[in-house]
């Protein structure tokens, strides 16, 4: 499975975002899926997670309330809706897929680049 991220950019604190992670190949719908990100000088952190029928989310107690992960198996797609925005929230994102849904990144088999978010205050 490759993953490309976008949807990435910059946004004053409060406003919104919506990530894409698009995936190429026929078995994207057998993979959960989650989001991570990198903020300078800090250590990669789960952001959400979500399984694969989309039955299933998960979201760091960070982002609870403000994030909303989805995705569309016949489009290949997983988003991240990303709304209250907060200066900490600036970080590269990036979206991952694994057999073994859970919020640990050495869980995810498959990564994409990262996307820059990037929030002013």
């Known amino acids: 499975v490759q993953l490309q991220a976008s949807g990435g950019g910059l946004v004053q604190a409060g406003g919104s975002l919506r990530l894409s992670c698009a995936a190429s190949g026929r078995t994207f719908g057998r993979y959960d899926m989650g989001w991570f990100r990198q903020a300078p000088g800090k250590e990669r952190e789960f952001v959400s997670a979500i399984n694969w029928s989309g039955g299933s989310t998960y979201y760091a107690d960070s982002v609870k309330g403000r994030f909303t992960i989805s995705r569309d198996n016949a489009k290949n797609t997983v988003y991240l809706q990303m709304n209250s925005l907060k200066p900490e929230d600036t970080a590269v994102y990036c979206c991952?897929?694994?057999?073994?849904?859970?919020?640990?990144?050495?869980?995810?088999?498959?990564w994409g680049q990262g996307t820059q978010v990037t929030v002013s205050s």
């Open positions: 991952a897929a694994t057999s073994r849904i859970g919020v640990r990144a050495d869980l995810y088999e498959y």
